[in-house]
């Protein structure tokens, strides 16, 4: 597409003295007005979705100078701030029903013939619906509402007969300073400050737009000190937060469920209007769920180097960190109701459904789901865990041909925990002949005294490393590289965490299907109490996290003075 100009120049001080200060300008612009149209899945033609994209940067740079505040010349500052407009376009396609279907008509429907139709309120042997015709008074009164929402076709046929075509926002500035200064000839610290905020839209293919923003905020500060000579210290200390925030097109509108008597789904205003329709044949009504994130670390290093007579460069560290992953997640608390065409379909001597007969968008306009999932209690989670490790490490200049690396690391991962005990997990008995549900601050019926994270935690990570490097000819280039580590992740405890408070107690899912003697309706589709739908995971008491060895072998030789030939050897063995 069209582009506007690129980086400006710099702006400053030309002049060869100080103070100087250094900053530059960019913009930069971005349209679709001459991209070519996307491909039409459908092969009808349609409008090109527009989209642009407009960025702007700035940053100034120099000693930290205040006139008649502050005179810090040894100190630099940085101070750079960005911001991005753009609209991204879109056109999905769908499947959408005709307007005679809406009134009840399926006179024309597979190809160009009418549906089989049953009634299923009939005694006895379903009848068919004379002409496959649905009689008004027989449509529900919350399918003529959710009607509603549903858009109209804009082609012939039945086969991807809509389309959207559409822009949406997705915006974002960055602010940074980042602060260097030394504080005496032993002394210095930096100083580094991130600020995001981001907004945007999802679009749904019927045209509703749920909202989403968030904020990230990234602040470290360093300090670096020489305790003697060849014997420096680097002292970190990084905390980071970032919040996520989705709102559904829906929220705080109408109590949809209320006002056509839809019995379960939550009354909170957050959770408010139609439940998600799932069909066979055609596109479903969904629209996103409300969702709150904020997520926080914080971490402290230190790391110590001390060359000791030029043949010893030794490492010295240690490392903290701990997290937080605050979730709020209102995951299908409206409902969702699935259609397949069972309920209006012709039922053999089994009461089996005949080939070819019934239809999903008629079962919805009578009201008659096959089947309803539902969540009752919002999936709110305070997960918090800590890590710290250890190292040394030696790079040993043996002679002029050899130098050694040894070093040895120890790791320890804490399970996470919920702030609340909001953790559930089975309990297996040996030879998985029972099983029971166990929760945070509960002793296991098989697995005895349990820790609050339900996972007992590994404290004997220790990680080895080696490494070499020989010259076997004293005036050849030729040179022999290797080594050997093992390495650990903590990453597994996070996904068991996720799983293990996303079960009953504390997150329960009904899940019900309809049948000959209790049909369900739009009315009725939900239960109003748990399904008791067992818990469906767990995890052993005593999971031990994986990790990875991981070994090379290379050889380099230098052909000429501009060219070298290198031959190199990777391997790596994981293990759970």
Avoid: C
Avoid at 370 to 381: C, E, K, M, V
Wanted: aromatic content about 12%.
């Amino acid at each position: 597409g069209a582009r506007g100009p690129g980086q400006f120049a710099n702006i400053g001080n030309r002049q060869r003295r100080q103070p100087s200060y250094q900053g530059s300008v960019t913009l930069q612009f971005s349209n679709s007005a001459l991209n070519a149209a996307p491909f039409s899945l459908n092969g009808q033609p349609t409008a090109k979705p527009s989209s642009n994209r407009e960025q702007f940067g700035f940053n100034l740079g120099g000693p930290l100078v205040i006139p008649k505040l502050l005179n810090y010349r040894r100190a630099n500052f940085t101070f750079t701030y960005s911001q991005t407009i753009a609209r991204n376009g879109t056109n999905p396609v769908g499947s959408v029903p005709t307007a005679a279907m809406r009134s009840g008509d399926f006179s024309k429907v597979l190809d160009g013939s009418a549906a089989l139709l049953f009634d299923p309120l009939t005694a006895g042997t379903r009848t068919p619906f004379p002409g496959a015709q649905i009689p008004a008074t027989r449509i529900n009164p919350a399918s003529v509402a959710l009607l509603s929402y549903f858009p109209n076709p804009l082609y012939d046929g039945l086969v991807q007969n809509y389309r959207l075509v559409s822009s949406t926002p997705n915006n974002n500035h960055n602010i940074g300073i980042r602060l260097n200064a030394p504080i005496n000839n032993r002394d210095r610290i930096n100083v580094n400050f991130q600020l995001q905020g981001r907004n945007a839209n999802n679009q749904q293919l019927f045209g509703f737009r749920d909202a989403t923003e968030g904020t990230g905020v990234s602040a470290q500060l360093g300090w670096s000190h020489s305790i003697g000579r060849r014997f420096n210290s680097n002292a970190n200390v990084n905390f980071s937060r970032n919040s996520n925030t989705s709102a559904p097109f829906f929220a705080y509108g109408t109590n949809f469920a209320k006002q056509f008597g839809i019995t379960g789904p939550s009354q909170d205003p957050i959770n408010y209007g139609p439940p998600n329709l799932s069909f066979t044949n055609f596109s479903g009504l969904s629209d996103g769920s409300a969702s709150i994130s904020k997520n926080q670390t914080f971490n402290f290093s230190e790391n110590i180097t001390w060359v000791v007579k030029q043949k010893h460069n030794l490492q010295f560290g240690y490392t903290f960190q701990r997290i937080q992953q605050n979730s709020n997640n209102y995951q299908n608390a409206r409902g969702t109701f699935s259609f397949s065409g069972l309920l209006t379909a012709q039922l053999d001597a089994n009461g089996q459904p005949v080939a070819k007969s019934g239809y999903d968008f008629a079962d919805f306009l009578l009201g008659f789901p096959q089947s309803s999932t539902l969540r009752y209690t919002s999936a709110n989670t305070y997960l918090r865990s800590w890590s710290t490790n250890a190292f040394v490490q030696d790079d040993f200049r043996m002679s002029r041909k050899l130098t050694l690396n040894f070093g040895l690391r120890y790791e320890y991962f804490a399970p996470y925990t919920e702030l609340n005990g909001h953790l559930a997990n089975l309990d297996l008995k040996p030879g998985f002949t029972a099983a029971s549900v166990v929760v945070s601050g509960q002793s296991g019926a098989y697995s005895g005294e349990l820790p609050s994270s339900l996972v007992r935690s590994q404290k004997r990570d220790f990680s080895p490393r080696f490494g070499f490097a020989y010259r076997p000819f004293q005036k050849d280039s030729t040179m022999i590289r290797g080594g050997y580590s093992i390495f650990y992740s903590g990453s597994p405890y996070a996904q068991i965490a996720s799983q293990l408070s996303a079960q009953p107690p504390f997150a329960t899912t009904s899940s019900i299907s309809t049948s000959l003697a209790n049909r369900l309706t739009l009315q009725n589709g939900f239960s109003t109490t748990s399904s008791q739908l067992t818990n469906t995971y767990a995890v052993n008491p005593n999971q031990r996290i994986g990790y990875t060895q991981q070994w090379n072998f290379g050889l380099q030789h230098n052909v000429t003075r501009t060219m070298f030939a290198e031959v190199d050897y990777t391997g790596s063995k994981g293990t759970n």
